[in-house]
Each structure stands twice: as structure tokens, then as C-alpha cells.
């Protein structure tokens, strides 16, 4: 491949063949008869040191919900969605990018986070003893992928659009990094309703051959009878 030389080109008016005419209007606009025209590019941009992509996996420690009295006593809000569609990842901050110079130790030390939003089809509050939904509408799922950046914590799921679900909130620490109020609700678990309106509250697990837990599953309309009736 040629490799282009930085040369430049005084243009005089009466000078010029047809030819060279041609090649000049294709590669720059004329300003005028006696101005100098430089077909190099400009001068490129000092070279910046590579941006590490950050790659997180994790378990964090928390309070598990599973049985109808252990969510009526859930301090956070308790609801009933559909999921329309799941929306690209975003990191928390105002322009949803990950600024310079921010790595994974910051994301202990400093609040960043990558949060996943919904669009949802449905939701009916079910439990809610300190009206957190009224100051945190928007509800995210924690952790995803921006760009080459990907966060990943167990147990916190991931939902699918078109899914059913009873979810726990917890609330978001945006505080820390916009240092304005909270406005998003973390989904801290998420149980599927089936299409015969069953909620799966706890997961059947085996373990060597032996069932350490077992499934526990609850109607909709029962569940949902449970919690209005919560004190």
C-alpha cells in the first residue's frame, strides 16, 4: 500500500493543468486563487495510554426472602410485574458512562455500578411499608455490559422480557456517586409466575445425589392475599 507524504501546494490562479485541478477539488475546497492548501491531515492527537476494561464477577452477601411471612416482614417494597422489554446497560452516572480513570476499585470504594433498566408492562405494588416506590420509581437490575465493561453479582438476577415475576427492591446508591437522591430500586430477587399462576418462591437444589432444599411454590391469588393481610 503507497503510504501518503504531508506535502503542501501553493495555488496560483493560471498555473494549474485541468488534471490537477481536478484531483485538488476532490481532496479539499478551493478557498480562492493564492491561498495554501495542505492535503497532509492534521497533526494527530498525542497517544493516550489504553483504557482497561473492567470485568467483575461476584457474590454478595444479603437477606433472602422465600416464604409469604418472611416478604410480609421485608422492609423494602414487594411487586407483581410484567416485563415489556429490557434496555441497554448503563453505568450510574449522569451521562451513563464510565468516567476516565475510574477502575474496579472504585466500584467498592466509590458507588460506580452498572445497572440494567426495564420497560414493564405491568406492575402492582403488593408491599410497600415505606412507600419507596414513590421516591425510587425507577426500577433497574444490577449489573450488565457497557461497551467492554461487564458486571455480573450473585444472587442479584437478571429478568427477560416477556416475564412474570414477583420481585424484592432494594434501593440504589446513586447517592454516592450523583450525590443527589436515590431514584432507582435495585431488584434484589425475582420469582417467575407460571402460566397456571404459580409463584416459585424457592428452588428444588440436590446435592450429591440428595435434595438439600426443596421447592416451595405458592398460588398467585394466595400469595397476593397474604401480603395485603400483612400488619
Not at 464477577?57 to 411471612?69: E, K, L
Not at 476499585?105 to 402492582?124: E, F, S, W
Not at 397456571?196 to 437444589?205: A, D, E, F, P
Request: net charge neutral.
Amino acid at each position: 500500500m503507497a503510504t501518503r507524504k504531508s506535502h503542501q501546494l501553493q495555488v496560483r490562479c493560471g498555473q494549474m493543468s485541468a488534471v490537477m485541478l481536478t484531483l485538488l477539488a476532490l481532496l479539499v475546497m478551493l478557498p480562492g486563487c493564492g491561498t495554501a492548501v495542505h492535503s497532509s491531515a492534521r497533526a494527530q492527537a498525542q497517544p493516550t495510554a489504553p483504557v482497561e476494561p473492567i470485568d467483575i464477577t461476584g457474590v454478595a452477601d444479603g437477606i433472602q426472602f422465600h416464604t409469604p411471612q418472611e416478604l410480609c416482614g421485608a422492609p423494602w417494597p414487594v411487586a407483581e410485574v410484567i416485563v415489556a422489554s429490557v434496555n441497554p446497560s448503563t453505568w450510574n452516572t449522569t451521562d451513563g458512562l464510565r468516567p476516565v480513570g475510574v477502575g474496579e476499585r472504585d466500584i467498592v470504594n466509590k458507588g460506580y455500578m452498572i445497572y440494567t433498566p426495564m420497560t414493564l408492562a405491568q406492575i402492582a405494588v403488593l408491599h410497600d411499608p415505606k412507600n419507596s416506590l414513590q421516591v425510587m420509581p425507577e426500577i433497574v437490575t444490577l449489573g450488565g455490559k457497557v461497551g467492554q465493561d461487564q458486571i455480573a453479582i450473585a444472587p442479584y438476577p437478571h429478568l427477560q422480557a416477556g416475564g412474570h415475576y414477583i420481585i424484592t427492591l432494594v434501593p440504589a446508591l446513586d447517592n454516592l456517586v450523583t450525590k443527589n437522591p436515590p431514584r432507582r430500586s435495585i431488584v434484589s430477587q425475582a420469582f417467575p409466575i407460571d402460566a397456571q399462576g404459580n409463584v416459585m418462591l424457592r428452588q428444588q437444589v440436590i446435592e450429591q445425589g440428595q435434595i438439600s432444599q426443596y421447592e416451595l411454590k405458592v398460588s398467585l391469588a394466595s400469595l397476593k392475599q397474604q401480603l395485603a393481610a400483612c400488619a
